[in-house]
């Protein structure tokens, strides 16, 4: 299977889908991961052009951990509008890729360019199999399903929870590539540059707890659900990545995910629509 991960900012297909993505290696499938925007602003001291060089390099190394494909756009940060030329765009890499699964950001969220990154998502949903729209490249035979990534703070529209337990260490370490993000501007617009570490091994650490924070969330708030599934072992899962269906695509039927992408990890909450 193809899943393809569509984020805004280099490193938010990994956040959103890191610890799922090496998860879905192991089983064989081919993951892409899209940045619709190349980061050039999210830094308080560095140039754009320079940024931009310095993220992809830093996305290029997560994605080698990762094993994924990682495609970067030209499109500068906080310049993202959903025109038609990145509706097109999107459609053609899509097409290209050919993606059974997608996952993006939810279109409730804070920054513009998360928010058009969805709309433009949620836009290509039924163009993808109509031949008469980007004519040179072949339309999709069917749509495919689609999920948006979401956080423990709108925890109530999770409907599928993958626990990532197993690769979580390794999760850490993909965002340990992104340094410019998690040890420079994320800390500076905190206002608490001087919490980062200095060692390799304390920035690890530091990490684990400041991105852990949703993940452990996740998995406090389904843990019944994750007891009755794995029972005993449930009770130790830490991590989790949560999911809600987008209902555009193709439609989710009761385990599609675990029979489709043979994750017996990922758990269906409720009714998929
Ligand atoms: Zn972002």
């Not at 991960?5 to 990994?14: E, K, N, R, S």
């Not at 951990?65 to 999107?90: A, G, H, K, Q, W």
């Amino acid at each position: 299977m193809n899943i393809m991960v569509i984020g805004a900012h280099p490193d938010d297909p990994d956040a959103m889908f890191g610890g799922g993505a090496m998860l879905c290696r192991e089983h064989g499938h081919s993951v892409c991961m899209v940045s619709m925007t190349n980061g050039n602003a999210g830094h308080h001291e560095m140039r754009r052009t320079e940024l931009a060089k310095r993220r992809h390099e830093e996305a290029m190394a997560a994605a080698k951990i990762m094993d994924v494909e990682y495609l970067i756009m030209s499109v500068n940060d906080c310049e993202l509008f959903p025109t038609l030329e990145n509706r097109n765009m999107l459609i053609t890499e899509m097409r290209k890729f050919k993606p059974d699964l997608i996952i993006t950001h939810p279109p409730c969220d804070y920054h513009p360019d998360h928010r058009y990154t969805s709309q433009l998502v949620i836009d290509t949903s039924y163009l993808l199999i109509v031949p008469a729209i980007v004519p040179e490249i072949r339309p999709l035979t069917e749509n495919p399903f689609y999920f948006f990534s979401v956080d423990s703070p709108m925890s109530n529209m999770i409907n599928a929870v993958l626990p990532i337990d197993r690769v979580w260490n390794k999760k850490v370490k993909v965002w340990h590539q992104h340094e410019s993000q998690m040890y420079e501007w994320l800390p500076w617009t905190r206002k608490k540059l001087d919490e980062v570490p200095k060692t390799e091994v304390e920035k690890l650490k530091y990490l684990s707890s400041q991105r852990g924070a949703r993940h452990i969330k996740t998995a406090n708030n389904f843990r019944d659900l994750l007891i009755c599934e794995f029972g005993e072992g449930g009770k130790s899962i830490r991590y989790a990545e949560g999911f809600c269906t987008a209902n555009i695509g193709k439609k989710l039927i009761q385990d599609d995910l675990v029979k489709s992408f043979s994750l017996s990890d990922f758990l269906k909450i409720g009714d998929f629509k």
